[in-house]
């Protein structure tokens, strides 16, 4: 499972008032033939757009740029076409991959510590859906996190990991279909990274529509990867995705 997030789990200061976990699930035998679709769709995106295939896509820069040059060369209205055409093409790339979404409205959940409560709710989708539906064992790759607090949420989470139950009270359900520690992977260098960023990225987008960019339809960007969520991970919502 590829992972990246939108927003930040502080609750003090300039803190966003959301923190967004994506999860992109691909099976080990996918993975060339994904790698394969992500490098002809990133040689389209160049011809089209003239976006170097070595420039990382990061949805939020495409919107404002801030640290990435090459965009400056890009007008606004082809960076948010660029973000339209990669949410189009990503049920398409990823046809047997499934996302986990999980959404954290801060206020919700006031006195909570956000980061634990997200990465325990992703980690806990995940290992439920490598247990019931795919029977094998998964990785977590992240982009750049608290890779220690990740960590020590883990290897908590293998021992010990309380799932309030359909009749009484609670019942352990440690994550051991989950192997080892987190792996850590900078999204420069992971085009699975960067497809992960635009999910939770539009996610956001979706959740808190700003006003200025309603012109350019992003907050309905998200919808067109129904066909890859993994809906079950919350009955509560639409989409599957896990807000409590």
């Given at each position: 499972?590829?992972?990246?997030?939108?927003?930040?789990?502080?609750?003090?200061?300039?803190?966003?008032?959301?923190?967004?976990?994506?999860?992109?699930?691909?099976?080990?035998?996918?993975?060339?033939?994904?790698?394969?679709?992500?490098?002809?769709?990133?040689?389209?995106?160049?011809?089209?757009?003239?976006?170097?295939?070595?420039?990382?896509?990061?949805?939020?820069?495409l919107i404002r740029i801030n640290k990435i040059e090459a965009y400056k060369k890009i007008r606004k209205s082809n960076r948010i076409n660029i973000i339209k055409d990669y949410c189009s093409q990503m049920p398409l790339i990823f046809d047997s991959a499934k996302i986990i979404n999980i959404c954290i409205d801060k206020k919700e959940h006031r006195d909570r510590d956000i980061f634990e409560l997200a990465w325990s709710r992703l980690l806990q989708r995940f290992d439920t859906y490598l247990k019931k539906s795919v029977k094998d064992k998964g990785i977590v790759v992240a982009?750049?996190?608290?890779s220690t607090k990740l960590r020590v949420l883990q290897r908590k989470m293998r021992v010990y990991n309380p799932?309030?139950?359909?009749?009484?009270g609670y019942y352990n359900a440690p994550i051991d279909n989950i192997i080892e520690d987190g792996f850590m992977r900078d999204s420069q260098h992971s085009y699975f990274i960067q497809?992960?960023?635009l999910v939770a990225h539009i996610l956001y987008r979706k959740e808190y529509p700003k006003g200025s960019l309603k012109k350019f339809g992003?907050?309905?960007?998200?919808?067109?990867?129904?066909?890859?969520?993994l809906k079950?991970?919350?009955s509560n919502d639409e989409y599957g995705v896990v807000r409590k």
């Open positions: 499972m590829y992972v990246d997030e939108s927003g930040d789990p502080g609750t003090k200061g300039h803190a966003s008032p959301h923190f967004i976990l994506s999860g992109l699930v691909i099976n080990q035998d996918d993975w060339d033939k994904y790698l394969n679709r992500l490098k002809m769709f990133r040689k389209s995106i160049k011809d089209k757009y003239g976006l170097n295939q070595r420039t990382e896509i990061h949805t939020a820069e982009d750049d996190t608290d799932i309030t139950s359909h009749y009484h497809s992960v960023d992003l907050e309905y960007q998200f919808n067109k990867l129904e066909n890859i969520l079950r991970a919350s």
